[in-house]
């Protein structure tokens, strides 16, 4: 899955690059952000996993 991680990083690049231009933003509210887009990524992988195996027959 490299497209994957590849997508992956340029989101979290675009947000890097994004978030200090707002001032209102402050550091937790920055790594809050991140942390729910990192476990809604890994979430949406989990749930594409299991649709997978179940597609398949593995479970």
Known sequence: MPTVSIQLILVLTSLL???????????????????????SITGICACLGVYARKRNGQM
């Open 17 to 39: 690059l994004v978030l200090p231009v707002v001032e209102a933003v402050e550091a937790g509210d920055a790594i809050a952000l991140l942390l729910g887009v990192v476990l």
